[in-house]
């Protein structure tokens, strides 16, 4: 749904993506997130985050989960604790949501399906 390139010199040298899951509706998934690596501790993925969650915001989308650190995606706003009712085989502290609307969560809990393709990972 959105994919995000960060550019310097003529190079690109990093990436956010932000794809739609399955369920629950109008929710997003972000990942992957890169950077090259002599471009990082450089502010790149958290910009490319931001713009993502900014534009996500005003296309409508209810809300966004992500597999990662906490310590590094809560600065972001996600909170592990609003994706404990989901039902995942990712489920656990790494699995986080970010309302982006007021009603972002009028359902606590349900199944979480990713996109086919990550099912082909194990």
Avoid at 29 to 35: F, K, Q, S, W, Y
């Amino acid at each position: 749904m959105l994919s995000l390139v960060a550019v310097e010199e003529n190079k690109i040298v990093g990436h956010a993506m932000f794809w739609r899951m399955k369920t629950p509706e109008g929710t997003l998934g972000l990942g992957p997130v890169a950077v090259v690596t002599e471009y990082r501790r450089k502010g790149i993925a958290a910009s490319l985050i931001r713009e993502g969650l900014r534009q996500a915001g005003e296309q409508g989308w209810k809300s966004v989960f992500v597999l990662g650190n906490p310590s590094y995606y809560r600065r972001f706003g996600f909170d592990p604790e609003l994706a404990k009712g989901f039902k995942s085989r990712y489920a656990g502290p790494h699995l986080m949501a970010l309302a982006l609307q007021g009603h972002g969560f009028s359902v606590q809990g349900g199944s979480l399906e990713y996109a086919a393709a990550f099912a082909m990972l194990e």
